[in-house]
């Protein structure tokens, strides 16, 4: 499907180095921020109480998040559990009170605001879980990069696999870099942002690498740099429909998700954006850079040159 066609190829290619400058320059600062402020880690990774309260109504969840916040508990997740009238509510530790000390004192506020709040259980999640929790991300992300390498590297070429790696850690750092910067509260949902990220961005670059591919095949005396130029060009189309849909439904999420979807939507929204980018002038340029050749493509016969804006043009050799 194509809403509009480009008749003429748009040379992305010619401002690649201005665009990956931009891109490390932002790169550099999400790391500096990384290491300088950190991430504002959520309960399920620092540990903290977890209660689980029901009401005999559906509960107002604004409600419960300002009176929690006004015991002088911060950074605290209140969400439906299960119904309606459910509650799940994730407290940081406090200092100077126990598990149950706090848990009490909530209970006593949430009860002043409505009589029919019931505890129905509490728990204290220790920072070892947290730890374990952390680690157990980190090699989630550590798989899913090294299963994208072997997948790249199977379906196209090594350059291709180190280009779309380098391109999507770019998305995931960014991604952290905003999060450190606002100290936006990191949470296993916005891991889960990120995870969806790395597989959303290299299904772009794959898109494009197949054509450059389709493009090395069928166009024999244009030059690399043309090639990936047509390439990028002639999926524009696609690019548009495809990511505004995805960007219109995580707006959404964005919009009247609540706080509870709030910071995983604001996660996929920066990896949406970023990862347009990084498959256009970060992969394609950098297997530009690495040398990529028709020889790393083509295995079989090649099409003879033909009109770049004619789909159906070339024949087989």
Partial sequence: MEFFKIRRDIPFMRNALIFNLVSFVTFVAAVFFLFSRGLHLSVEFTGGTLMEVSYS?????????????SLGINDVQVQNFGTAQDVLIRMPVQKGSTSGQQSDKVLSALKASDASA???????????????LAADGLKALAFVVVGIMIYLAIRFEWKFAVAAIIANLHDVIIILGFFAFFQWEFSLPVLAAVLAVLGYSVNES????DRIRENFRRYRKMNTEQIIDNAITSTISRTIITHGSTQLMVLSMLVFGGATLHYFALALTIGILFGIYSSVFVAAAIAMWLGIQREDLVKGGVKKDADPNDPNAGATV
């Fill in 57 to 69: 109504q559906p509960a107002n969840l604004d409600n419960i998040r300002s009176t929690v916040a």
């Fill in 118 to 132: 019931t505890l129905r259980r509490t728990e204290f999640v220790g920072p070892q879980v947290g730890d374990e």
């Fill in 206 to 209: 794959v898109v494009i690498f």
